[in-house]
């Protein structure tokens, strides 16, 4: 059994009128590859931000496992006016855990950006960059401050078919990285790219937790229909 780095224990959020999270109850462990899948408004987005510790829940508790580094990654990465370089260097210079002066986070960066293919544009201004190239640099900037746990809402939803699968390329890279696997939960809308990726699927209806199972499980038909019919009629959806 691996190690565990995020617990939820029957949380729920409110979000304004809305409850976001209804009695959510999810372990997240070392190596895992986890999609969020569900309709818009389903509490992606808002599982993601509470196991980053940016929701607070009205009920139940959240658990990060003490030493495990988490960074997350936004729908709209936001770049400052700034170079490529600068702002992944800005990312890990204000990390105070990481302690480093602004010499040694530009190393760090330059390192995260040739980790992701953008060390030519180094010098350019990041919001200049295409958005597929805008993505990359976002995940270096979040792979720059060393992370146990990658959390990614929808890395690749506006991205045209080749920036997406080199984004995908990286997510997978970032997964089974020899010296420092990462885990991802990420929220996707592409059941393709779920099942190329993941190892496990969460699926979430109107802030519940309706699936839960390996990604094998969840895109066998039959056993779906069985196990969550909610999931399955949702896939089904998808599909046609
Ligand atoms: N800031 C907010 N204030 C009030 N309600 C919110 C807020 N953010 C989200 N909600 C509501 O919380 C629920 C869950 O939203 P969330 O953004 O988590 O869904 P999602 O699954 O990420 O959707 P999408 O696929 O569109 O990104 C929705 O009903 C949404 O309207
Ligand atoms: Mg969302």
New binding site residues.
């Given amino acids: 059994m691996s190690a565990v780095q995020i617990t939820l224990d029957t949380v729920s959020?409110q979000?304004?009128?809305?409850?976001?999270?209804k009695g959510v109850s999810l372990c997240i462990a070392a190596g895992e590859r986890v999609a969020?899948v569900?309709?818009?408004?389903?509490?992606?987005?808002?599982?993601?931000?509470t196991l980053h510790g940016l929701l607070p829940p009205t009920q139940g508790q959240v658990t990060q496992t003490p030493g495990v580094r988490q960074a997350m990654l936004f729908?709209r990465p936001h770049m400052l006016r700034l170079s490529a370089l600068n702002n992944v260097a800005l990312g890990v210079w204000l990390d105070r855990s990481l302690a480093l002066n602004w010499r040694a986070a530009q190393i760090l960066a330059l390192q995260a950006l040739q980790r992701v293919g953008l060390q030519a544009v180094a010098g350019q201004s990041a919001r200049q960059l295409s958005g597929g190239q805008q993505q990359r640099l976002a995940l270096a900037r979040a792979w720059a401050r060393q992370p146990d746990v990658l959390l990614l809402?929808?890395p690749t939803a506006s991205l045209d078919p080749h920036a997406k699968r080199e984004v995908e390329a990286l997510m997978a890279d970032f997964a089974s990285n020899q010296d420092r696997p990462l885990t991802l939960v990420w929220?996707s809308?592409n059941l393709g790219q779920v099942k190329r990726l993941a190892t496990r699927v969460v699926y979430?209806e109107?802030?519940r937790v309706l699936a839960d199972m390996p990604v094998s499980d969840f895109f066998n038909a039959e056993l779906l229909a069985a196990l969550s019919p909610a999931a399955h009629a949702f896939v089904q959806g998808e599909l046609s």
Avoid: P, Y
């Fill in positions: 959020v979000l304004g009128a809305q409850q976001a999270l969020l569900g309709a818009n408004g389903s509490g992606k987005s808002s599982l993601l931000r729908q809402d929808e929220a809308h979430l109107f802030g």
